[in-house]
T-cell receptor, first 112, second 114 residues
Framework: DAEITQSPRHKITETGRQVTLACHQTWNHNNMFWYRQDLGHGLRLIHY???????NKGEVSDGYSVSRSNTEDLPLTLESAASSQTSVYFC???????????FGPGTRLLVL | SQQGEEDPQALSIQEGENATMNCSYKTSINNLQWYRQNSGRGLVHLILIRSNEREKHSGRLRVTLDTSKKSSSLLITASRAADTASYFC??????????????FGQGTILTVHP
């Protein structure tokens, strides 16, 4: 069955370190998204991609970057982790614009 | 900025009762979607309703959309303890600054007591 996976599921890091969160989908979807979920803010879009080599900034993109070298993967990099980036991160993929999104299980990140 | 706002923020009911959650939004939309999130898990898509539709059903779920009032409701009939979760609405607008993206509300926490 097609799925979307995230790794690691839990991560503890120190302020200033570079961190990469992996997202891999086997749906063969063109569209992929990264969100962060925080209490009081719901889900906020960080970056998104509509295809290979395409990346776009979302509403909370500062301090994050993504690259899309193939259809299946959209890794999210925190350039220099900050305590404000402690959050739960969700990756999602979808087919058409604005259509159903399929979410991964999430990565819980703690920045100390 | 939040496009969808769910109401109530939390809802507690007994098994067998119906649960109704509401979502209001500010700008025009192409579609509105409802998602469920169980504790510690990712979001799961429930229903998508397009702007030209007024009502949609899926099993025990019924979604209505009133574009004149910019609001939607999700009704879960004959609720079960397994329906305990957070429910989010998400809106899609093909134009403007939110081009191509879903905008999520903050969710309603539903607790169904056995």
């Amino acid at each position: 069955d097609a799925e979307i996976t995230q790794s690691p599921r839990h991560k503890i890091t120190e302020t200033g370190r570079q961190v990469t969160l992996a997202c891999h989908q086997t749906w063969n979807h063109n569209n992929m998204f990264w969100y962060r979920q925080d209490l009081g803010h719901g889900l906020r879009l960080i970056h998104y991609s509509y295809g290979v080599h395409d990346t776009n900034k979302g509403e909370v993109s500062d301090g994050y970057s993504v690259s899309r070298s193939n259809t299946e993967d959209l890794p999210l990099t925190l350039e220099s982790a900050a305590s404000s980036q402690t959050s739960v991160y969700f990756c999602a993929s979808g087919t058409g614009l604005g259509e159903t999104q399929y979410f991964g299980p999430g990565t819980r990140l703690l920045v100390l | 900025s939040q496009q969808g706002e769910e109401d109530p923020q939390a809802l507690s009911i007994q098994e067998g009762e119906n649960a109704t959650m509401n979502c209001s939004y500010k700008t025009s939309i192409n579609n509105l979607q409802w998602y469920r999130q169980n504790s510690g898990r990712g979001l799961v898509h429930l229903i998508l309703i397009r702007s030209n539709e007024r009502e949609k059903h899926s099993g025990r779920l019924r979604v209505t959309l009133d574009t004149s009032k910019k609001s939607s409701s999700l009704l879960i009939t004959a609720s079960r303890a397994a329906d305990t979760a957070s429910y989010f609405c998400a809106t899609f607008n093909a134009g403007g600054t939110s081009y191509g993206k879903l905008t999520f509300g903050q969710g309603t926490i539903l607790t169904v007591h056995p």
